[in-house]
């Protein structure tokens, strides 16, 4: 059946899937179980496995990360820096990352990211008091670098490894599953790194890369049709050129590409202020604070695609989801702001990342289904692009308004919860009329 699947109808099917828009998926009775895509389709079940299994490390290593840091100096800027260096890199990295993933091989990218990150995350084992925070500061850019060109092939390869009826279940899928090793990475970090200490932690990621990699390597992707030719630095420019062009071209493509990045500009700064709260929880062990309230998160973003997927399965209805979902998350948000600092606020943090985890799983079928492959991966790096900057910005700005005291962490929590109900209003009252007249015009 796999076989059938990567030459046969199965590959005719997705070309006619694309050529025809977001059309022919508009409703959830034409989606497959989540069950039978896993049984069904090899492919698609390896690299999910590969996503396990790195995802798990990853989240175990993040929680033992923000430890450290807070261990070795206290400062919420410090901190900032931190998720700053897992963001700035990718935003300059993914332009580029985005070329090679339209021009080489996915697989061996995905494959080569997976071994060099196992060797990166080696190296905090060399981070020992603040004097090595530098050090941290490059590997964790080198990993994020790594992480960039990984993530544009993976979002790119799952339509061709897919049905057009299995390319939102897929999508969904993957989404629950990063938010439920999320949840449980989180909480299982931070216990593991108070009882086993950081450098086991470092190590276990490490070994979760070689992991994913092993998977990777036995997954069948189908060739593209993208260019597969080397070029110079002045043809890379043009052609990245040529995927910013492709979004304003298709004004389509390019309001989707802008959804992520627009819950980010409350949302980004909210997530930051999670690894501050967490030793307002859990004073005398910060790191399962943070772990919790993470964890919590991961819950969050795992059950709104589902509920999502429910609730609104006609895809006309969706771009109003992601405008009324980004002021979701800001109200909930609020709550946390003026609420006790105690374990109640673990269930408005698992509300406020519900609509986050619909906005990113449903923006992301849009964008798949809207762009053709030979753009798919220049797009994705885009989107990430926009996205890691305006994290990066918003993260920034709240980190030196703590590290000044010019806010409380309360103040800055309703603050940026402000920002997330405006942001939504204003994506209701721009994106969304444009969105109904692109649907009136024939396709």
């Given at each position: ?15 006619r899937f694309l050529d025809q828009g977001d059309s022919s998926v508009s409703t959830q009775d034409q989606s497959i179980g989540y069950l039978a895509l896993l049984r069904s389709n090899q492919n698609f079940r390896r690299i999910w496995l ?382 969304v009329p444009q969105e109904r007249q692109a649907a009136e015009v024939p396709q």
């Amino acid at each position: 059946m796999i076989g059938q699947l990567d030459q046969g109808d199965g590959v005719s099917t997705r070309r006619r899937f694309l050529d025809q828009g977001d059309s022919s998926v508009s409703t959830q009775d034409q989606s497959i179980g989540y069950l039978a895509l896993l049984r069904s389709n090899q492919n698609f079940r390896r690299i999910w496995l590969g996503d396990m299994a790195s995802l798990l490390g990853d989240w175990f290593a993040t929680i033992a990360l923000y430890t450290l840091v807070r261990n070795l100096t206290g400062s919420p800027l410090a901190m900032g820096l931190v998720l700053i260096t897992k963001l700035l890199p990718w935003a300059i990295a993914s332009p580029f990352a985005g070329l090679l993933v339209d021009r080489l091989d996915r697989r061996w990218l995905m494959i080569g990211s997976d071994l060099l990150r196992a060797v990166v995350v080696l190296g905090f084992l060399l981070v020992n008091d603040a004097g090595d925070l530098p050090l941290l500061y490059l590997l964790i850019a080198l990993q994020v670098i790594l992480g960039a060109v990984f993530i544009p092939a993976r979002s790119a390869v799952i339509p061709n490894v897919t049905s057009p009826r299995e390319l939102l279940t897929a999508n969904t899928l993957s989404a629950a599953t990063w938010s439920t090793l999320l949840a449980v990475g989180a909480a299982l970090g931070g216990f593991a790194t108070a009882w086993l200490g950081t450098q086991l932690v470092f190590v276990l990621d490490s070994a979760s890369y070689l992991i994913s990699a092993w998977f990777i390597l036995r997954t069948r992707i189908p060739a593209t049709d993208a260019p597969k030719r080397p070029s110079t630095l002045a043809a890379a420019l043009t052609d990245i050129a040529d995927g910013w062009r492709h979004m304003r071209r298709f004004p389509r493509i390019g309001r989707i590409a802008l959804t992520k990045a627009a819950w980010s500009l409350g949302g980004g700064a909210q997530v930051f202020m999670l690894t501050l709260l967490g030793e307002q929880l859990t004073p005398d062990e910060p790191g399962i604070g943070i772990g919790l309230l993470y964890a919590a998160r991961g819950l969050g973003t795992g059950l709104g695609p589902i509920a999502a997927r429910i609730w609104v399965p006609r895809q006309e209805h969706w771009p109003t989801l992601l405008g009324l979902g980004i002021i979701a998350s800001g109200v909930a948000y609020a709550a946390v702001g003026w609420s006790p600092w105690n374990y109640g606020i673990l269930a408005l943090v698992v509300l406020g990342h519900m609509p986050s985890g619909a906005n990113w799983t449903f923006s992301t079928v849009l964008l798949q289904q809207r762009t053709e492959d030979r753009y798919r991966g220049r797009v994705f790096a885009t989107e990430w692009l926009l996205l890691t900057c305006t994290n990066s910005t918003a993260i920034l700005v709240v980190s030196l308004l703590l590290e000044s005291a010019t806010l409380t962490l309360r103040q800055a929590i309703v603050g940026s919860s402000a920002v997330l109900v405006a942001t939504g209003l204003l994506w209701l009252a721009t994106v969304v009329p444009q969105e109904r007249q692109a649907a009136e015009v024939p396709q």
